[in-house]
């Protein structure tokens, strides 16, 4: 068959788009998608995005990670997609798209995306580390430096030691002042470092902000593919009206025989 796809990146986290309204990509098949996502053999992403019709909303987004396997939620190909979904020409401004763990609302404006998740209620406070789910699991752990942080080798130990076969998303942050972070994140799923991971800078804004770190609730974090911002409201021990907010742009547009 041939596949005409599209590329987006968000801060360096890259994404195979498809237009599948028709429904008739093999979503089933974890190798086609594993294939296309290979930057050996394949195209290469971290991810693949399928973009269909729902009845409820303006769209819905069906996110892989790149071991072929449908992921929990993915932030930046969440707004990737709604910058996909303007391409199409299927939105305007604004949006309510559906996702794996539900509604979300959106807004674009030329090429910066603001992404709302859902409530987080809860945060599993450890002695030296945080746990929360913004629609992926994520670990959060304060270092003293990310540079030279050997990230692939103790994500991976993290990821699989202290969460076994399920997993977790295993984040990495040093404050740089007030409200700016720093982070790098071994993404579940992926099974590597990669530039940046939507889902795990919401966690570690939320996380700080538990841990006291900041009091503000406009968060800047800087990833290894630039900075996201995070905003929120606070409303006892939970966080609501949560945005992630940054850049999401198409790349290149290609076939591909498969
Ligand atoms: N890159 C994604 C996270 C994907 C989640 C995935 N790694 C999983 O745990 O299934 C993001 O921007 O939020």
Known sequence: MKLTFFKYQGTGNDFIM???????????????VSFLCDRKFGIG???????????????????FNADGKEGSLCGNGGRCAVAFAKYLGIIDTQTTFKAVDGLHQALIEETTVSLQMQDVEEIKAKPNYFFLDTG???HVQMVESLEG???FEE???????LYGKKG??????SQKNEGTFSIRTYERGVENETLSCGTGVTAVAL???????????????????????????????AYRNINLIGPAQQVFKGEIEC
């Open 168 to 173: 977790s998303n295993i984040n990495f942050v």
């Open 18 to 32: 498809i237009d599948d309204r028709s429904c008739l990509f093999p979503k089933n098949d974890t190798n086609l």
């Open 45 to 63: 992403a971290d991810g693949l995005i399928l973009l269909q019709n729902d009845e409820m909303s303006d769209f819905s987004m069906v996110y």
């Open 207 to 237: 996380a700080m902000h538990r841990a006291k770190n900041t009091t503000m609730n406009s968060i800047r974090v800087n990833t290894l593919g630039g900075e996201l911002k995070v905003t929120f409201e606070i409303d006892g021990r």
């Open 155 to 161: 994500g991976k130990k993290l990821r699989y030691g």
């Open 149 to 151: 942080l050997k990230v």
């Open 136 to 138: 992926s699991p994520h």
